[in-house]
């Protein structure tokens, strides 16, 4: 008999078993989404044995807590949404096991709340157990996404484009790219725990895109995990977001299709209803919707 | 009597009292001129009392140095450039006193070493005295670069420019922007002590100038510090160049009008002879050749 692998430890040997897997076989492959619900797994087990205490939110409708950590070398966790937060480890291992499967509920809100605790996991353990690691959780959330997209559209992402020039070949290094062969549009999916003001970048890729393919052979679609900002001086947490800007890049730069949020800000839900009409939505929604986003025949 | 300021004191003083001027006159002032001469020549003195090292450089052409730093609270400085730090202090000063004057020596590369030693002088006296700040050296390159062109163009730079649309106004926060009134072009000049990954959102801004206010209404003019990167386990210093990422983003998202450097990559320089012909000069050259940017009946 070995000893069990203490709770403690899981976040960051089911997350480097995660690395090595997407490594060898690929996001999208079974392997890696294996290792992917580990993963979630042992995250979340460590984090039920953790201290919770509410903050002062100032997002309006929103209530978020942090898991505790009572040893000094390490702060508490990012905010969690409470709301959108599951406790029941086996539903949301389930939830993210039937996208896999291509089994989903009807409703996607019933899908939310395991895909917001699911993305979630990684990020609050390692909040805990590692200091200054803002790195690791950022590739954790990059590899959920693409694995769940990558299976449900059936096609691995590769992660740079080239085009022929008149002079020479121009690669580009991207976030993901999905290429779902002849008749179908390309996904660009850009990955981002948060967006700040490094967004700007995502607007500009899909120019590039755009530039080197033609306008539409690639729909962009961005998915974040929250908006959210910690301040530890008096323990609150509001979101920051920039809507005008937004508006500026979706004008002025490209036209993403889509910004899919784990935690969605109310801020953004808004820019459906004004010009140019930029669609942000729960993730889930994905799931539902991604069949008229690939294939222009059925577009919205 | 009073007691004078320690040496190593004098980069943060200098720094605080630049700051200040900076926030109440604004960039370009007279009095942000006469504070940013008093902290390069604070930081310069500084510098003077230390210790060098010379680095293993990988830079074909090139040879760096530290200075030292025997405090194991805080690290060595960034690489210098050896070929263009000037030891002379009162040369430096007098030179970039003469910008300040309009007053210029006849060639350009008598003017590119002081420039180089007044942009490096803050950022390596705050990395011999301070951990982990790299804002500060941000925003002293910014205010150096700034001031010299404001006072050069006779015009105080915007951080901010706003387009009226059918629907409203949109505003976007930017980089310098300068407005030399009507008949001439506008500047969009954008300030980096590195470029790495991040530098795609340089293009990005042009574009949505651009898209704003018309191709070819604000020239496009980035400058840039340098592009070593150290690697303290072999005490070597290199350059990181993503030349072919800058052609794609000169031909698919916008196009600068010059990238100027204080330490220049030779892979850049290259640019200006291959389609889309991005010119890359040292920065002592704007000073030489402004008003062909400025003034499009004099464009090349």
Redesign the interface.
């Known amino acids: 008999m070995t000893t069990p692998t203490p709770l403690d430890q899981r976040p960051k040997l089911t997350y480097h078993a995660l690395a090595i897997a997407t490594k060898k076989h690929g996001v999208g492959s079974s392997e890696s989404g294996d290792a992917l619900l580990e993963c979630v797994r042992g995250c979340l087990e460590f984090l039920a044995t953790l201290d919770r205490r509410d903050l002062v939110s100032k997002v309006p409708g929103k209530e978020y807590f942090v898991f505790e950590n009572h040893n000094p070398r390490f702060s508490d966790s990012r905010g969690i949404n409470a709301g959108w937060f599951n406790d029941d480890i086996d539903e949301v291992i389930a939830a993210i096991q039937g996208i896999l499967d291509g089994v989903l509920p009807d409703d996607p809100n019933d899908l939310h709340s395991a895909l917001y605790t699911a993305a979630i996991s990684y990020p609050a353990a390692t909040d805990v157990t590692k200091a200054g690691d803002q790195k690791s959780p950022g590739t954790f959330f990059e590899v959920l996404v693409g694995q769940l997209v990558s299976v449900t559209l059936d096609s691995q992402p590769a992660k740079s484009v080239a085009?022929p020039?008149?002079?020479?070949v121009?690669?580009?290094?991207t976030d993901f790219v999905f290429d779902l062969g002849a008749g179908r549009s390309r996904i660009h999916l850009p990955v981002k725990t948060s967006t700040r003001e490094?967004v700007?970048?995502v607007?500009?890729?899909q120019?590039?895109l755009?530039?080197?393919h033609g306008v539409g052979r690639f729909q962009g679609v961005l998915v974040v995990l929250a908006e959210t900002n910690r301040k530890t001086q008096d323990d609150s947490i509001s979101e920051v977001c920039l809507p005008?800007?937004w508006?500026?890049?979706q004008?002025?730069?490209a036209q993403m299709r889509r910004v899919y949020y784990m935690d969605i800000p109310d801020k953004y839900v808004g820019l459906k209803d004004?010009?140019p009409f930029l669609q942000v939505k729960a993730f889930a929604e994905f799931f539902y919707e991604w069949e008229s986003l690939v294939n222009p025949a059925k577009d919205d």
Chains 1, 2 share one sequence.
């Open positions: 085009a020039t008149l002079d020479m121009v690669t580009l290094p490094r700007v970048q607007w500009a890729h120019r590039v755009d530039g080197m005008g800007q508006t500026a890049y004008m002025y730069i004004i010009y």
